[in-house]
């Protein structure tokens, strides 16, 4: 059993296809038997993906800062919910629990979260896999950022080999990456 953590939008998307992943995710992480964790969050994208696992009998562990919980946007059926003081420490606990790790469609703070993930496997703080979902090509200009940044040098070649990019549920469970 893996801890699968999954950092995606609090805001809802304006394409199906994008939402449609979400819950196949949700689904093949539930039916595998893996804990989902996540941000912890009832709205946008989050909720979609524990709404989507729990139906399933799925385990769903969110990680919530204290500010957002005075914002009442906590999902109320979690498994397990986590309450730490700020988004750095929500940062450290999704790392601290999960195996690997999921970018879904998401905005800046998606973004940070994978990237600071990726990051930490440069320096050698883990080992852990992590990918990109890069859904109707939602991530083709982080990509190619990332392979502009190869070719000027600033990331190896080793580190970007580990940065990997699937363009759909499917072909990320056909690489066996959970």
């Known amino acids: 059993m893996k801890n699968v953590t999954v950092f995606l939008g609090s805001r809802e998307a304006n394409k199906e296809i994008y939402s449609k992943s979400v819950v196949a995710l949700a689904e093949s992480i539930a039916k595998k038997g893996h804990k989902l964790v996540y941000g912890g969050a009832n709205v946008g994208t989050m909720g979609l993906l524990a709404d989507s696992a729990l139906r399933l009998n799925g385990h769903v562990i ?27 420490a929500r940062k450290m606990k999704l790392h601290e629990i999960g195996d690997v790790y999921i970018a879904m469609p998401g905005g800046c703070g998606t973004m940070e979260e994978i990237f600071e993930v990726i990051t930490w496997s440069q320096i050698g703080i883990h080992d852990k896999p992590f990918c990109f979902m890069n859904i109707d090509g939602i991530y083709d200009g982080i990509k190619m950022y990332l392979n502009h940044a190869n070719q000027q040098n600033f990331i190896s070649d080793d580190n970007l080999k580990n940065i990997h990019f699937f363009d759909s549920v499917e072909a990320l469970l056909e690489a066996n990456f959970f």
């Open 62 to 88: 969110g990680v919530m800062p204290k500010v957002l919980i005075d914002q009442e946007i906590t999902h109320p059926q979690l498994t397990e919910l986590h309450i730490v003081e700020d988004m750095h």
